[in-house]
Protein backbone atom coordinates (compact mmCIF):
# COMPACT_ATOMS: atom_id res chain seq x y z
CA UNK A 1 0.00 0.00 0.00
CA UNK A 2 3.07 2.47 0.58
CA UNK A 3 4.47 1.98 -2.30
CA UNK A 4 0.65 2.42 -4.63
CA UNK A 5 0.71 5.74 -2.69
CA UNK A 6 4.34 6.41 -3.11
CA UNK A 7 3.60 5.81 -6.69
CA UNK A 8 0.65 7.62 -7.56
CA UNK A 9 1.98 10.98 -5.82
CA UNK A 10 5.32 10.64 -8.23
CA UNK A 11 2.18 10.39 -10.89
CA UNK A 12 0.30 13.52 -9.94
CA UNK A 13 3.90 15.31 -9.70
CA UNK A 14 5.03 14.20 -13.31
CA UNK A 15 1.27 15.16 -14.41
CA UNK A 16 1.28 18.71 -13.16
CA UNK A 17 4.90 18.98 -14.89
CA UNK A 18 3.92 17.73 -18.28
CA UNK A 19 0.50 19.25 -17.91
CA UNK A 20 2.46 22.86 -18.41
CA UNK A 21 4.64 21.70 -21.20
CA UNK A 22 1.80 20.27 -23.65
CA UNK A 23 -1.82 20.41 -23.77
CA UNK A 24 -3.52 17.15 -23.58
CA UNK A 25 -5.74 15.45 -26.50
CA UNK A 26 -8.69 15.05 -24.21
CA UNK A 27 -9.46 16.12 -20.13
CA UNK A 28 -11.31 14.05 -17.60
CA UNK A 29 -12.43 15.46 -14.06
CA UNK A 30 -13.95 13.13 -11.76
CA UNK A 31 -16.17 14.74 -9.01
CA UNK A 32 -19.93 14.60 -7.01
CA UNK A 33 -22.63 14.94 -9.63
CA UNK A 34 -26.20 14.82 -8.94
CA UNK A 35 -28.40 12.52 -11.45
CA UNK A 36 -31.39 13.87 -12.29
CA UNK A 37 -32.33 9.94 -13.22
CA UNK A 38 -36.54 10.37 -13.01
CA UNK A 39 -39.00 13.60 -12.49
CA UNK A 40 -38.04 14.66 -8.85
CA UNK A 41 -35.84 11.36 -8.14
CA UNK A 42 -32.24 12.73 -7.71
CA UNK A 43 -29.01 9.86 -7.47
CA UNK A 44 -25.84 11.23 -5.54
CA UNK A 45 -23.44 9.91 -7.50
CA UNK A 46 -19.72 10.00 -8.92
CA UNK A 47 -19.21 10.93 -12.57
CA UNK A 48 -16.70 12.18 -15.41
CA UNK A 49 -17.18 15.48 -16.62
CA UNK A 50 -20.51 16.41 -15.24
CA UNK A 51 -22.25 13.99 -17.33
CA UNK A 52 -23.62 10.36 -17.13
CA UNK A 53 -22.01 8.67 -19.54
CA UNK A 54 -19.34 10.12 -19.77
CA UNK A 55 -18.10 11.71 -22.52
CA UNK A 56 -17.44 9.47 -25.85
CA UNK A 57 -14.08 9.53 -26.80
CA UNK A 58 -13.18 8.45 -30.19
CA UNK A 59 -9.46 7.99 -30.55
CA UNK A 60 -7.44 6.69 -33.54
CA UNK A 61 -6.20 2.93 -33.86
CA UNK A 62 -2.20 3.87 -33.90
CA UNK A 63 -2.31 7.32 -33.09
CA UNK A 64 -0.49 8.27 -29.78
CA UNK A 65 -3.30 10.09 -27.51
CA UNK A 66 -2.53 12.06 -24.23
CA UNK A 67 -5.65 12.41 -21.67
CA UNK A 68 -5.27 14.04 -18.54
CA UNK A 69 -7.77 12.99 -15.54
CA UNK A 70 -8.01 15.60 -12.28
CA UNK A 71 -9.91 13.97 -9.30
CA UNK A 72 -11.80 15.95 -7.44
CA UNK A 73 -14.18 13.22 -6.01
CA UNK A 74 -12.27 13.08 -1.87
CA UNK A 75 -11.23 9.13 -2.50
CA UNK A 76 -8.31 7.48 -4.41
CA UNK A 77 -9.47 6.97 -8.38
CA UNK A 78 -7.88 5.14 -11.06
CA UNK A 79 -9.28 5.08 -14.40
CA UNK A 80 -9.14 1.42 -16.52
CA UNK A 81 -9.56 1.72 -20.72
CA UNK A 82 -11.35 -1.40 -20.84
CA UNK A 83 -10.44 -3.68 -23.98
CA UNK A 84 -6.96 -2.07 -25.18
CA UNK A 85 -3.79 -3.71 -25.54
CA UNK A 86 -1.82 -0.95 -22.89
CA UNK A 87 1.31 -1.50 -20.89
CA UNK A 88 0.09 -1.91 -17.56
CA UNK A 89 1.21 0.97 -15.87
CA UNK A 90 -1.73 2.89 -17.87
CA UNK A 91 -3.85 0.28 -18.33
CA UNK A 92 -5.83 1.59 -15.11
CA UNK A 93 -5.48 -1.62 -12.44
CA UNK A 94 -3.47 -1.00 -9.35
CA UNK A 95 -2.65 -4.34 -9.12
CA UNK A 96 -0.85 -4.45 -12.07
CA UNK A 97 0.58 -1.18 -11.23
CA UNK A 98 -1.04 1.76 -12.85
CA UNK A 99 -0.60 3.89 -9.66
CA UNK A 100 -3.76 5.33 -7.80
CA UNK A 101 -4.36 8.91 -8.10
CA UNK A 102 -5.32 10.50 -5.04
CA UNK A 103 -8.06 13.01 -3.58
CA UNK A 104 -6.98 16.35 -5.16
CA UNK A 105 -4.56 14.93 -7.57
CA UNK A 106 -3.57 14.67 -11.21
CA UNK A 107 -2.38 11.63 -13.48
CA UNK A 108 -1.60 11.61 -17.22
CA UNK A 109 -2.04 8.78 -19.28
CA UNK A 110 -0.26 8.47 -22.54
CA UNK A 111 -0.90 5.62 -25.41
CA UNK A 112 -1.32 4.45 -28.87
CA UNK A 113 -4.84 3.21 -28.68
CA UNK A 114 -5.49 -0.26 -30.02
CA UNK A 115 -7.36 -2.66 -31.11
CA UNK A 116 -10.03 -0.50 -32.72
CA UNK A 117 -13.50 -0.95 -31.92
CA UNK A 118 -15.92 -0.55 -29.77
CA UNK A 119 -14.42 -0.33 -25.46
CA UNK A 120 -15.05 1.93 -22.98
CA UNK A 121 -13.73 3.12 -19.79
CA UNK A 122 -14.41 3.35 -16.25
CA UNK A 123 -12.97 3.12 -12.18
CA UNK A 124 -11.61 0.07 -10.83
CA UNK A 125 -11.19 0.61 -7.40
CA UNK A 126 -12.97 -0.93 -4.36
CA UNK A 127 -16.45 -0.51 -2.61
CA UNK A 128 -16.99 -3.04 -0.59
CA UNK A 129 -19.97 -2.29 1.01
CA UNK A 130 -20.13 0.81 0.15
CA UNK A 131 -22.72 1.07 -2.78
CA UNK A 132 -21.83 4.61 -3.71
CA UNK A 133 -18.13 3.86 -4.87
CA UNK A 134 -16.58 1.91 -7.51
CA UNK A 135 -18.32 0.76 -10.09
CA UNK A 136 -21.85 1.46 -8.41
CA UNK A 137 -21.42 5.28 -9.60
CA UNK A 138 -21.26 6.86 -12.77
CA UNK A 139 -17.75 6.62 -13.36
CA UNK A 140 -18.16 4.96 -17.20
CA UNK A 141 -17.95 6.26 -20.42
CA UNK A 142 -17.62 5.30 -23.87
CA UNK A 143 -14.59 4.56 -26.02
CA UNK A 144 -14.52 4.07 -29.70
CA UNK A 145 -11.19 3.23 -31.30
CA UNK A 146 -11.60 4.29 -34.99
CA UNK A 147 -10.11 1.85 -37.50
CA UNK A 148 -7.12 3.03 -40.10
CA UNK A 149 -10.24 1.71 -42.33
CA UNK A 150 -13.85 2.17 -41.81
CA UNK A 151 -16.55 2.34 -44.63
CA UNK A 152 -19.63 3.83 -43.55
CA UNK A 153 -22.69 0.71 -43.94
CA UNK A 154 -24.94 2.82 -41.78
CA UNK A 155 -26.89 6.48 -41.65
CA UNK A 156 -26.93 7.10 -37.92
CA UNK A 157 -24.77 5.82 -35.11
CA UNK A 158 -26.30 5.78 -31.27
CA UNK A 159 -24.21 4.78 -28.11
CA UNK A 160 -26.06 3.38 -25.15
CA UNK A 161 -25.27 2.41 -21.55
CA UNK A 162 -27.52 0.37 -18.97
CA UNK A 163 -26.98 0.71 -15.61
CA UNK A 164 -28.50 -0.02 -12.06
CA UNK A 165 -28.86 2.92 -9.49
CA UNK A 166 -29.73 3.03 -5.89
CA UNK A 167 -28.76 -0.30 -4.30
CA UNK A 168 -28.61 -2.25 -1.15
CA UNK A 169 -26.97 -5.02 -0.37
CA UNK A 170 -29.62 -7.87 0.59
CA UNK A 171 -28.53 -11.69 1.86
CA UNK A 172 -29.59 -14.25 -1.16
CA UNK A 173 -30.89 -17.72 -0.26
CA UNK A 174 -27.66 -19.04 -0.16
CA UNK A 175 -26.05 -16.77 2.63
CA UNK A 176 -24.41 -14.06 0.43
CA UNK A 177 -24.91 -10.94 0.12
CA UNK A 178 -25.76 -9.46 -3.42
CA UNK A 179 -26.86 -5.72 -4.24
CA UNK A 180 -30.61 -5.08 -5.14
CA UNK A 181 -31.04 -1.71 -7.04
CA UNK A 182 -34.50 0.89 -7.19
CA UNK A 183 -33.24 2.13 -10.73
CA UNK A 184 -32.65 0.80 -13.85
CA UNK A 185 -32.01 3.22 -16.69
CA UNK A 186 -29.89 4.11 -20.12
CA UNK A 187 -27.99 6.63 -20.64
CA UNK A 188 -28.57 7.90 -17.23
CA UNK A 189 -32.34 8.01 -17.55
CA UNK A 190 -35.60 5.97 -16.94
CA UNK A 191 -38.31 5.17 -19.63
CA UNK A 192 -40.66 7.94 -20.84
CA UNK A 193 -37.88 10.94 -19.02
CA UNK A 194 -35.36 13.13 -21.61
CA UNK A 195 -35.54 12.94 -25.63
CA UNK A 196 -36.34 10.20 -26.74
CA UNK A 197 -34.18 8.48 -30.20
CA UNK A 198 -35.31 9.95 -32.96
CA UNK A 199 -34.75 8.25 -36.54
CA UNK A 200 -36.28 8.36 -40.33
CA UNK A 201 -38.25 5.58 -42.18
CA UNK A 202 -35.48 3.24 -43.87
CA UNK A 203 -32.38 4.67 -42.04
CA UNK A 204 -29.71 1.76 -40.94
CA UNK A 205 -29.52 2.62 -37.40
CA UNK A 206 -25.88 1.56 -35.58
CA UNK A 207 -26.35 0.45 -31.99
CA UNK A 208 -23.40 0.36 -29.83
CA UNK A 209 -25.25 -0.70 -25.87
CA UNK A 210 -22.61 -1.12 -22.75
CA UNK A 211 -23.87 -2.58 -20.01
CA UNK A 212 -21.97 -0.55 -17.01
CA UNK A 213 -23.73 -2.39 -14.34
CA UNK A 214 -21.97 -3.09 -10.89
CA UNK A 215 -23.55 -6.77 -11.40
CA UNK A 216 -26.29 -6.93 -13.50
CA UNK A 217 -27.29 -8.90 -16.53
CA UNK A 218 -29.72 -7.50 -19.65
CA UNK A 219 -31.74 -8.79 -22.17
CA UNK A 220 -33.24 -5.97 -24.41
CA UNK A 221 -35.46 -6.09 -27.13
CA UNK A 222 -36.76 -3.50 -29.03
CA UNK A 223 -40.26 -3.43 -30.27
CA UNK A 224 -41.32 -3.86 -33.57
CA UNK A 225 -37.75 -4.47 -35.12
CA UNK A 226 -34.35 -6.74 -34.63
CA UNK A 227 -31.63 -6.84 -34.04
CA UNK A 228 -28.33 -7.61 -36.45
CA UNK A 229 -25.12 -8.22 -34.44
CA UNK A 230 -22.24 -7.55 -36.33
CA UNK A 231 -19.70 -7.11 -33.18
CA UNK A 232 -19.46 -8.25 -30.12
CA UNK A 233 -16.92 -6.34 -27.33
CA UNK A 234 -15.87 -4.20 -30.31
CA UNK A 235 -14.86 -7.22 -32.74
CA UNK A 236 -16.55 -8.44 -35.63
CA UNK A 237 -18.01 -11.82 -35.47
CA UNK A 238 -17.54 -14.22 -38.42
CA UNK A 239 -21.35 -14.37 -39.15
CA UNK A 240 -23.11 -11.51 -38.33
CA UNK A 241 -27.52 -12.58 -37.16
CA UNK A 242 -30.52 -11.08 -37.03
CA UNK A 243 -32.06 -11.59 -33.36
CA UNK A 244 -34.87 -10.57 -31.63
CA UNK A 245 -33.12 -9.75 -28.39
CA UNK A 246 -30.00 -8.85 -26.99
CA UNK A 247 -28.07 -9.98 -24.02
CA UNK A 248 -25.30 -8.17 -22.19
CA UNK A 249 -23.48 -9.16 -18.75
CA UNK A 250 -21.59 -6.37 -17.01
CA UNK A 251 -18.84 -4.94 -19.27
CA UNK A 252 -20.00 -6.79 -22.55
CA UNK A 253 -20.59 -4.57 -25.57
CA UNK A 254 -23.01 -5.52 -28.32
CA UNK A 255 -22.56 -3.51 -31.57
CA UNK A 256 -25.88 -4.40 -33.92
CA UNK A 257 -27.61 -2.81 -37.14
CA UNK A 258 -31.10 -1.53 -36.77
CA UNK A 259 -33.48 -1.58 -40.27
CA UNK A 260 -35.34 1.08 -39.18
CA UNK A 261 -38.17 -0.23 -41.24
CA UNK A 262 -41.51 -0.05 -39.03
CA UNK A 263 -42.41 3.69 -38.57
CA UNK A 264 -44.08 4.58 -35.29
CA UNK A 265 -43.08 5.65 -31.69
CA UNK A 266 -41.77 2.33 -30.34
CA UNK A 267 -39.87 1.21 -27.02
CA UNK A 268 -36.39 -0.27 -26.32
CA UNK A 269 -35.80 -1.90 -23.15
CA UNK A 270 -35.35 -4.69 -20.87
CA UNK A 271 -37.26 -7.73 -21.40
CA UNK A 272 -37.72 -8.71 -17.77
CA UNK A 273 -40.94 -6.53 -16.23
CA UNK A 274 -39.74 -5.79 -13.14
CA UNK A 275 -36.41 -4.22 -14.77
CA UNK A 276 -38.27 -2.33 -17.13
CA UNK A 277 -40.72 -1.18 -14.09
CA UNK A 278 -37.41 0.00 -12.84
CA UNK A 279 -37.55 2.63 -15.55
CA UNK A 280 -34.58 0.25 -17.68
CA UNK A 281 -35.86 1.63 -21.57
CA UNK A 282 -36.01 4.39 -23.58
CA UNK A 283 -38.31 5.55 -26.71
CA UNK A 284 -37.59 5.29 -30.06
CA UNK A 285 -39.59 7.29 -32.52
CA UNK A 286 -39.94 7.79 -35.92
CA UNK A 287 -39.72 11.23 -37.61
CA UNK A 288 -43.27 12.28 -37.92
CA UNK A 289 -45.16 10.14 -35.26
CA UNK A 290 -47.30 10.75 -32.48
CA UNK A 291 -48.66 8.59 -29.88
CA UNK A 292 -47.67 6.23 -26.97
CA UNK A 293 -44.67 4.15 -27.32
CA UNK A 294 -45.62 0.60 -28.09
CA UNK A 295 -43.98 -2.00 -26.27
CA UNK A 296 -44.42 -6.35 -26.96
CA UNK A 297 -43.41 -8.00 -24.51
CA UNK A 298 -41.72 -11.19 -25.53
CA UNK A 299 -42.65 -14.14 -23.37
CA UNK A 300 -39.08 -15.69 -22.84
CA UNK A 301 -35.37 -15.04 -23.04
CA UNK A 302 -33.19 -15.88 -25.71
CA UNK A 303 -29.14 -15.64 -26.53
CA UNK A 304 -26.40 -18.23 -27.74
CA UNK A 305 -23.26 -16.99 -28.14
CA UNK A 306 -22.54 -20.13 -30.74
CA UNK A 307 -24.65 -18.44 -33.43
CA UNK A 308 -22.11 -15.78 -33.91
CA UNK A 309 -19.26 -18.26 -34.26
CA UNK A 310 -17.93 -19.31 -37.63
CA UNK A 311 -19.53 -22.22 -39.36
CA UNK A 312 -16.26 -23.53 -41.11
CA UNK A 313 -15.05 -26.33 -39.05
CA UNK A 314 -12.95 -25.62 -35.98
CA UNK A 315 -9.17 -26.24 -36.29
CA UNK A 316 -7.69 -28.36 -34.10
CA UNK A 317 -6.26 -26.99 -31.09
CA UNK A 318 -2.46 -25.38 -31.53
CA UNK A 319 -0.20 -27.70 -30.66
CA UNK A 320 2.12 -27.07 -27.73
CA UNK A 321 -1.31 -24.87 -25.79
CA UNK A 322 -1.18 -24.65 -22.30
CA UNK A 323 -4.51 -25.50 -20.63
CA UNK A 324 -4.95 -23.73 -17.37
CA UNK A 325 -7.85 -24.89 -15.36
CA UNK A 326 -9.98 -22.11 -13.65
CA UNK A 327 -12.42 -23.36 -10.71
CA UNK A 328 -15.22 -20.43 -9.51
CA UNK A 329 -16.35 -21.59 -5.85
CA UNK A 330 -17.27 -19.45 -2.73
CA UNK A 331 -16.80 -19.50 0.93
CA UNK A 332 -19.79 -17.11 2.56
CA UNK A 333 -18.37 -16.29 6.10
CA UNK A 334 -23.09 -14.81 6.75
CA UNK A 335 -23.74 -12.72 9.16
CA UNK A 336 -23.11 -9.73 7.31
CA UNK A 337 -19.38 -10.51 6.62
CA UNK A 338 -18.03 -9.99 3.38
CA UNK A 339 -17.80 -12.72 1.24
CA UNK A 340 -14.89 -14.84 -0.45
CA UNK A 341 -14.70 -15.45 -3.71
CA UNK A 342 -12.33 -18.42 -5.03
CA UNK A 343 -10.24 -19.25 -8.19
CA UNK A 344 -9.08 -22.81 -7.65
CA UNK A 345 -9.50 -22.29 -3.90
CA UNK A 346 -8.13 -18.94 -2.76
CA UNK A 347 -9.10 -15.46 -3.00
CA UNK A 348 -6.96 -12.61 -4.29
CA UNK A 349 -4.23 -11.89 -3.46
CA UNK A 350 -3.54 -15.43 -2.05
CA UNK A 351 -4.70 -16.28 -6.09
CA UNK A 352 -1.53 -17.04 -8.17
CA UNK A 353 -1.75 -17.75 -12.06
CA UNK A 354 0.92 -19.71 -13.73
CA UNK A 355 3.86 -17.85 -15.10
CA UNK A 356 2.97 -16.78 -18.88
CA UNK A 357 5.51 -17.01 -21.50
CA UNK A 358 6.10 -14.47 -24.54
CA UNK A 359 4.56 -16.24 -27.69
CA UNK A 360 2.82 -18.84 -25.83
CA UNK A 361 -0.44 -20.09 -27.00
CA UNK A 362 -3.28 -20.80 -23.42
CA UNK A 363 -6.70 -22.32 -23.27
CA UNK A 364 -8.29 -20.75 -19.89
CA UNK A 365 -10.62 -23.37 -18.45
CA UNK A 366 -13.83 -21.71 -16.86
CA UNK A 367 -15.30 -24.52 -14.33
CA UNK A 368 -17.98 -22.62 -12.75
CA UNK A 369 -18.77 -25.14 -9.59
CA UNK A 370 -21.06 -21.59 -7.82
CA UNK A 371 -24.66 -21.15 -8.03
CA UNK A 372 -23.78 -17.55 -9.70
CA UNK A 373 -23.03 -17.15 -12.80
CA UNK A 374 -19.63 -14.63 -13.60
CA UNK A 375 -18.73 -12.31 -16.18
CA UNK A 376 -15.39 -12.86 -16.30
CA UNK A 377 -12.68 -10.21 -17.88
CA UNK A 378 -8.83 -10.62 -19.09
CA UNK A 379 -7.01 -7.31 -19.35
CA UNK A 380 -4.98 -6.09 -21.76
CA UNK A 381 -5.68 -8.96 -24.02
CA UNK A 382 -8.64 -10.45 -26.08
CA UNK A 383 -9.26 -14.16 -26.41
CA UNK A 384 -11.30 -16.21 -28.59
CA UNK A 385 -14.04 -18.24 -27.37
CA UNK A 386 -13.24 -22.21 -27.94
CA UNK A 387 -15.86 -24.03 -25.93
CA UNK A 388 -19.16 -23.67 -24.58
CA UNK A 389 -21.77 -25.93 -22.72
CA UNK A 390 -22.72 -28.18 -25.22
CA UNK A 391 -20.52 -27.53 -27.75
CA UNK A 392 -17.23 -28.19 -27.34
CA UNK A 393 -15.76 -27.17 -30.73
CA UNK A 394 -16.06 -23.14 -31.29
CA UNK A 395 -14.02 -20.82 -32.54
CA UNK A 396 -13.89 -17.48 -34.33
CA UNK A 397 -15.45 -15.21 -31.41
CA UNK A 398 -13.18 -12.38 -30.27
CA UNK A 399 -13.92 -11.26 -26.84
CA UNK A 400 -12.33 -9.48 -23.46
CA UNK A 401 -15.60 -10.71 -21.23
CA UNK A 402 -17.86 -13.77 -21.12
CA UNK A 403 -20.50 -14.87 -19.02
CA UNK A 404 -19.90 -18.22 -17.60
CA UNK A 405 -23.22 -19.58 -16.20
CA UNK A 406 -23.68 -21.29 -12.77
CA UNK A 407 -22.97 -25.07 -12.73
CA UNK A 408 -21.09 -24.87 -16.29
CA UNK A 409 -17.65 -24.67 -18.27
CA UNK A 410 -16.55 -22.55 -20.60
CA UNK A 411 -13.01 -22.08 -22.55
CA UNK A 412 -11.10 -19.75 -24.13
CA UNK A 413 -7.84 -19.47 -25.56
CA UNK A 414 -5.35 -16.32 -26.26
CA UNK A 415 -1.71 -15.89 -26.65
CA UNK A 416 0.43 -13.98 -24.70
CA UNK A 417 1.54 -11.60 -26.65
CA UNK A 418 1.08 -8.35 -24.33
CA UNK A 419 3.92 -8.87 -21.64
CA UNK A 420 3.70 -7.51 -18.15
CA UNK A 421 1.29 -8.29 -15.05
CA UNK A 422 -2.48 -8.89 -16.23
CA UNK A 423 -5.55 -9.24 -14.27
CA UNK A 424 -8.17 -11.62 -14.71
CA UNK A 425 -11.53 -11.23 -12.73
CA UNK A 426 -15.49 -11.48 -12.09
CA UNK A 427 -16.67 -8.15 -13.52
CA UNK A 428 -19.34 -8.11 -11.13
CA UNK A 429 -18.28 -5.15 -8.57
CA UNK A 430 -18.89 -7.39 -5.61
CA UNK A 431 -17.68 -10.46 -6.43
CA UNK A 432 -14.29 -8.59 -7.62
CA UNK A 433 -13.96 -7.34 -4.10
CA UNK A 434 -14.69 -10.63 -2.48
CA UNK A 435 -11.78 -11.98 -3.85
CA UNK A 436 -12.57 -12.96 -7.55
CA UNK A 437 -9.04 -12.32 -9.09
CA UNK A 438 -6.15 -13.06 -10.16
CA UNK A 439 -2.86 -11.71 -11.60
CA UNK A 440 -0.83 -13.37 -14.08
CA UNK A 441 2.95 -12.97 -14.45
CA UNK A 442 5.05 -12.92 -17.50
CA UNK A 443 8.27 -14.50 -17.32
Known amino acids: MLKLSGMA ?26 LEVAPRRTIKTIAYNGQVPGPLLRLKEGRSVTIDVTNHSGNSEVVHWHGLFLPPEVD ?5 GTPLIPAGGHAR ?9 FRWYHTHT ?23 DNPARYDQEIFLALHDWDGDLLASGDGSMDPVYGVSAINGRVLGFGEPLR ?35 GNQVPQPQVVSMLRLAPAERVSAVVEMNHPGSWV ?64 FTGHGAMDHWTINGKSYPETTGPTLTAGQRYRLAFINRSTNDHPVHLHRHSFE ?49 AGFMMLFQYA
Open 9 to 34: VTSAALAGLSQQTAPADYTIDIAAYD
Open 92 to 96: GAMEE
Open 109 to 117: YTFTPRPSG
Open 126 to 148: FAGKDLHKGQYTGEHGFLFIEPR
Open 199 to 233: VKSGERVLLHLLNSSPSEVHWIAFSGHQFEVVALD
Open 268 to 331: MGEVRKHIMAAGMGIVVEYSGSTGKPKWDQPNQLTWDYLAFASADPAPPQQAGTITIPMVFESK
Open 385 to 433: LRRVPDHPEVHGILKDTILVDAGTQVEVEFTANDPGPTLFHCHQQNHMD
